[in-house]
């Protein structure tokens, strides 16, 4: 007879790991061309300027101890100037929360905002971490669709209508994953006005703003009301490893968050933050810095982009990506990309199928694709195997 063994929370049962990562594993031989991860390009990473930055931390041995649970001082000043340039309004620095990336800042806020059962509202396809987050928080989940001009206010407006009350609105405003879109400036004062006549909190998630090719993006939904707490990363503009997150948030919001975080780790890394300071500090080598690498990646996703119109032409209809780091792309013919993706992998290239991100609806036709770990031949490479895939 099998031992007894303890039980594990009852919380578990309603979760399941992220197909995306699943994929990943599935999908890591280096005969693979990788659309499928959502990384940002190491080759991009200013490893000499981050290794300069270390250097100079390490030349203080009391930069070594323990930081404050909330951020490394000179950071939160650092980030409450950048953020008060982004909202257009002073942003103070107790309004600053630093986490272990932002979807530490995410995870601690559910447990904040929600209570189990709450109801919180997603896009549909949504981000599946934010999925997991409020899943394990025992919400419960509505999405409304998007579209072109991102999160559509109206279908929101009709689920307030109807008598449900959000305790939290979530959003990846801009180049949105997995979708790709960018929400328009009307609909972000609108959302921001809708949290403030029915009184939800809008968690504005956005790490990819900063990536946009052709024009900037437009200004933050937490721009427009003090309801709307915003969330951003440096892991996409420098380097995921230095788990650098920011939170922007009133005040008893950052104090909650606080309290849990002292619960969970203390406080984030020391190091890595002071680094992250420096280089976000440095405005000149950070400008030149990031421009680079929206040049590179818009070069790519215009590569990839065209190669995908080429070659299936009305076969798919896909986004333009102006930025961020993905394509979202819907089949008209009917394929369905879960069943198509072993014969990619047989092929030689793999994707992850819209049906990761679904919410309400199934997305059986749709796929998500990075673009910015190729270079523009790999990704033209890349959607020939597809074809092939397609038609073998």
């Not at 990473?45 to 030349?59: G, N, Y």
């Not at 999405?143 to 999160?151: Q, S």
Request: aromatic share 6%; charged share 25%; with cysteine.
């Amino acid at each position: 007879m099998s031992p007894i063994t303890p039980p594990l929370a009852r919380r578990l049962a309603g979760l399941r790991s992220s197909a995306i990562r699943d994929l990943l594993t599935l999908t890591s031989r280096a005969d693979i061309i990788g659309l499928a991860g959502g990384l940002p390009d190491a080759q991009l990473m200013p490893r000499d300027r981050i290794a300069r930055a270390t250097e100079e931390a390490l030349a203080d041995r009391s930069r070594l101890q323990y930081t404050e649970s909330a951020g490394w001082g000179p950071l939160r000043e650092v980030l409450a100037g950048r953020e008060s340039a982004r909202l257009g309004r002073p942003v103070p620095v107790e309004e600053i929360f630093v986490t272990h990336g932002s979807q530490q800042a995410l995870s601690l806020l559910s447990e904040v905002l929600l209570d189990p059962g709450a109801l919180v509202v997603v896009e549909d396809p949504a981000y599946v971490g934010a999925l997991q987050v409020f899943r394990a928080a025992g919400a419960r989940i509505e999405a409304v669709p998007l579209d072109a001009d991102g999160m559509r206010i109206d279908a929101l407006s009709e689920l307030l209508e109807r008598g449900e009350r959000p305790a939290v609105v979530h959003t990846v405003s801009n180049f949105h994953n997995p979708r790709g879109v960018t929400m328009v400036s009307d609909r972000r004062r609108a959302l921001a006005d809708l949290a403030e006549r029915y009184n939800f909190w809008v968690i504005e998630d956005d790490p990819y703003g900063e990536l946009w090719f052709d024009r900037p993006s437009p200004e933050p939904v937490a721009s427009y009301s003090p309801n709307v707490i915003r969330l951003s990363s440096a892991s996409k503009i420098l380097a995921p490893t230095l788990r650098a997150g920011w939170m922007v948030a009133p005040d008893r919001v950052c104090r909650g968050v606080e309290l849990l975080k002292q619960g969970a780790d203390l406080c984030g890394s020391a190091l890595t933050q002071q680094v992250t300071a420096d280089l976000l500090a440095d405005d000149a080598w950070l400008t030149d810095h990031v421009d680079k690498v929206r040049r590179i990646y818009g070069e790519r996703a215009e590569a990839l982009v065209g190669a995908l119109r080429a070659r299936l032409g009305d076969r798919i209809v896909s986004t333009d990506a102006a930025g961020g780091m993905f394509v979202w792309a819907d089949f008209t013919d009917g394929t369905d990309t879960a069943d198509l993706l072993p014969r990619a992998v047989e092929h030689g290239t793999a994707y992850v199928p819209g049906s990761a991100f679904a919410v309400s609806a199934d997305y059986r036709h749709s796929m998500r694709l990075c673009f910015t770990t190729s270079d523009a031949a790999t990704l033209r490479e890349a959607v020939d195997r597809l074809v092939a895939a397609l038609d073998g």
